[in-house]
């Protein structure tokens, strides 16, 4: 059973930036595809972010493409969240998600974390 525990959610005020991690339980960290999505009060979960096994592949939806980036650091079985120029509309739950074999696609996992909670003050 794979666990994941996600940390860095806070406050900020738009404009700014917060850092989301997400750690992993398991030794074959590296063999898992990874994926952010984010639920917003009142509204359905919907995907955020996702890298490959390989660290290279990402895809980023469209509302926060050139904002959020998101990277692996396999040796600390850790996917990361950068997320700049924050919006009052990217205030939401986020939650950090996991596929393994047999892997499916950048939007459908096995595993999820508890989530952390993103509020951005106008």
């Known amino acids: 059973q794979v666990q994941l525990v996600e940390s860095g959610g806070g406050l900020v005020q738009a404009g700014g930036s917060l850092r989301l991690a997400c750690a992993a339980s398991?030794?074959?960290?590296?063999?898992?595809?990874m994926g952010w999505f984010r639920q917003a009060p009142g509204k359905e979960r919907e995907f955020v972010a996702a890298?490959?096994?390989?660290?290279?592949?990402?895809v980023y939806a469209d509302s926060v493409k050139g904002r959020f980036t998101i990277s692996r650091d396999n040796a600390k079985n850790t996917v990361y969240l950068q997320m700049n120029s924050l919006k009052p509309e990217d205030t939401a739950v986020y939650y950090c998600a996991l596929d393994r074999p047999p892997y499916g696609s950048y939007y459908e996992y096995d595993y999820w974390g508890q989530g952390t909670r993103v509020t951005v003050s106008s």
């Open positions: 890298i490959r096994r390989n660290g290279v592949s990402t």
């Open positions: 398991g030794r074959t960290f590296s063999s898992y595809n």
